[in-house]
Every structure is written in C-alpha cells, then in structure tokens.
C-alpha cells in the first residue's frame, strides 16, 4: 500500500520551475479537475506555483503563500543571505547526516497524530539518503530558479495571502548568527508584504510562535483559515 513511501519517482535534479508548473498543470487536466485554482505553495513551492501562475495565469483564482521561495528575495536580504550563498549557508552533506537523530524526533513529533505506518514511512523518507540528497541538489538551482521567474510576468492580479512565521528554525541558527537571522526576518517581512501590496486583494499574516518547517503543522489553524479566506475573497471577485 505504501510503496515507495507514497512519494513520486526520482527525477534528474535539479530541475526548472517551468517543468514542475507544466506537470502540474498537465496532471489536473489529466484527473479532470477544472480551474481555475487556489494555490497553496511552502517553501520551494513557492517557485512552482509562482511560475505555473505565470504560464497559466488564467486558470489561477487564488494564491497562498506559507514563507514560500520568491523571486525577489535578493532585492531585501543583506548580501551573505543572497541566493547565490544558499549553498555555502545550507548544511552540508555530513551536518545533515550528524543531525539525523533530531531530524528524526523533531518529525515524529511533529507527525505524532498520523496512523503509524504512515508516520513511520514519513519519517524515515526524512532522514534518507534520497531526502538528503534532493534537498541539496534543490537548494543548489534557487538563485536559476529566481532568474526564471524573473524573466517572466507579474503575478496575476488574484487574492493573495502571505503568511510569514518568524520563529527561529534551529537549523538555521545552527549555521547562521543572531543578527544574521535577524536581518533575514527584517527582510521577509518586508518581502512578503510588497508581495500582497502588489496584488489588489493581498494581506499579509506574521505568525511568532512558529518557524519555516514547523508553521504546517504547529499553525495549521492558521494555515486552513488563509486557504478559506482566499477562496471565499476569490468566490467574490
């Protein structure tokens, strides 16, 4: 039932925003589930829905942002934060692998609710040489995947919702000092509030009281209320 953990077959990596939009948009027609739609990106989705948005403007109502990748993340972040240094401030391949027994609690608990067999599938893809080595070759191809988006249009004019959380990610602050974290949460919060300064019905959401990783599942009352609310605005407009 749960082979292959229930997650897609590899692919070469790293791979463009434009690849990902266009599966995705193909897979939709395909099941035969009609547009347009809200997206809900986190994280590195944020370059996919940003660019199936771009290619496929017509088809997206609504767009919820939960800390995800944007294009202009350069223009507010002070230079060592740079995409281009994403690499030198990412762990490396043996921190990663030193840092697989927390990993693998901070899942756990954070999965704590979900049936065994699947939590327990879950949390062994996150400690995997396959999660590891993915997640490096991604984090390589951000500042490629800026360059595309920036080459592309405007997000359509559709409600948008940006939710930011500002607690600290202990990965992060493994790797990077107190003022360096700082300026990097100065700068998201100006980021993300241009963005839904630049839609006509955009909001912008700061959450304290959790990080980038955990923010789906410590916040998810706050995740679920910004989907209804951008449909809801979408079902108006």
Same mark, same amino acid.
């Given at each position: ?14 791979? /463009?925003?434009?690849?990902? $939009? /266009? ?9 035969? =589930? ?65 840092? =697989? ?6 899942? $756990?608990?954070?999965? $704590? ?50 939710? /930011? ?17 700082? $300026? ?21 959401? =700061?959450?304290?009281? /959790? ?15 910004? =989907? ?10």
């Amino acid at each position: 039932m749960y082979k292959r953990q229930g997650y897609s077959d590899d692919a070469p990596l790293p791979r /463009t925003a434009a690849a990902v $939009a /266009t599966e995705l948009y193909e897979l939709l027609r395909a099941q035969g =589930i009609a547009g347009p739609y809200v997206l809900v990106a986190h994280s590195l989705g944020g370059a996919y829905a940003h660019r199936f948005a771009q290619l496929y403007p017509r088809e997206v109502a609504g767009l919820v942002w939960l800390d995800a990748f944007h294009r202009d993340w350069d223009d507010f972040m002070p230079p060592e934060a740079r995409l281009a240094e994403s690499v030198r401030l990412s762990p490396t391949e043996e921190q990663l692998r030193q840092w =697989i027994p927390v990993i693998r609690e901070m899942c $756990a608990q954070l999965l $704590a609710d979900f049936p065994e067999d699947v939590r327990e599938a879950l949390v062994d893809y996150h400690v995997s040489d396959r999660w590891i080595h993915a997640g490096m070759a991604e984090r390589a191809s951000m500042a490629e995947l800026a360059t595309e988006l920036k080459a592309g249009p405007e997000l359509p004019d559709v409600p948008l919702i940006a939710v /930011t959380p500002l607690g600290i990610d202990p990965g992060q602050q493994a790797l990077m000092s107190e003022q360096l974290l700082q $300026a990097m949460h100065d700068g998201k919060t100006k980021l993300y509030a241009a963005m839904a300064n630049s839609v006509s019905h955009g909001e912008h959401r =700061i959450l304290s009281d /959790t990080d980038h990783s955990k923010v789906i599942y410590e916040r998810s009352d706050a995740v679920v209320q910004a =989907i209804r609310d951008v449909v809801d605005r979408a079902a108006r407009a």
